[in-house]
């Protein structure tokens, strides 16, 4: 699924299938800053629906800046995003920011809860956004991850854990093409980290999601079904099934790589 830009193009045809219906394609997707930075060197990727895919690597290598352009929070310099299909190059920034509000779903580190309205309203949130008032998926979504009785609770009276699954039913509510994840258990203890990627990992096997997860954890990569290692950049190794061990020892090599 995924392949290297070669430079001057000329791919041997059937090592990718045309018309794959990807949930997201990057397709030579770049970043420069200003002062001639390159944060992404042009990237092809297409990630299939109902993949659960780790992008992993050194602090600096381009993790964040793929995940903004991936999600059509940044523009690329270069290349073209499309999820589920649509290119979001050719929209205007109101279309985008529909687009990010009804068909990507996002999970942060810090979960973003708003203090003021119970647990049920959060997640009933990007359903009104969408203009889409529909209480009853909210409150499958939100016993989907097991807090079906926490509904009129404040997200101030949950643990951190539960916090961040119900930041999860927040970003599954809509059944958005793709859920990126950045770091979604990084401000967790190990045990609740695992309750969290077991939850993104039955969104991916029981209901199709497809969900993009920047991590430094090799033992969350672990649940995932591939993880990409960026090195300033360029997307250096690829591992399908990732074991932990293998993953630590991927970024062991690029750490020793990078010294
Ligand atoms: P990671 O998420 O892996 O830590 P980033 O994507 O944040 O890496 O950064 C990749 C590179 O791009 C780094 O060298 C970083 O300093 C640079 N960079 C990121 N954002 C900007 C920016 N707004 N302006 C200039 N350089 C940037």
């Known amino acids: 699924m995924f392949r290297r830009r070669k430079s001057g193009g000329g791919e041997a045809p059937g090592l990718v299938a045309v018309g794959e219906p990807g949930a997201l394609v990057l397709d030579g997707v770049g970043k420069r800053y200003r002062h001639g930075v390159t944060a992404l ?8 629906r109902g993949r659960f895919l780790a992008v992993m690597g050194p602090s600096g290598s381009g993790k964040s800046t793929l995940l903004q352009c991936a999600a059509g929070l940044d523009r690329p310099s270069t290349g073209a995003v499309r999820i589920g299909g649509v290119d979001l190059g050719s929209l205007s920034e109101a279309a985008l920011t529909r687009l990010r509000r009804e068909r990507v779903g996002f999970v942060f580190q810090a979960h973003n809860l708003v203090p003021s309205l119970s647990v049920l309203e959060n997640v009933s949130l990007p359903l009104l956004l969408a203009g889409v008032d529909d209480a009853e998926a909210a409150r499958r979504a939100l016993a989907a991850v097991g807090l079906g009785g926490r509904a009129a609770d404040r997200p101030t009276e949950l643990s951190g854990g539960q916090q961040q699954r119900v930041a999860i039913a927040r970003a599954l509510v809509t059944s ?18 695992q309750d969290v990627l077991a939850l993104l990992r039955q969104a991916v096997d029981g209901d199709g999601h497809t969900v993009v997860m920047v991590t430094h954890d090799p033992s969350a990569a672990a649940w995932t079904d591939e993880a990409l290692f960026l090195t300033g950049g360029t997307v250096v190794e690829r591992l399908l099934a990732p074991g932990a061990a293998q993953v630590h020892a991927v970024m062991r090599s690029l750490g020793r790589a990078a010294a």
């Open 41 to 48: 060197a042009p990237v092809d990727l297409t990630v299939p």
């Open 176 to 193: 958005p093409e793709v859920v990126f994840a950045d770091e979604p258990t990084g401000a967790l203890d190990p045990v609740t980290a």
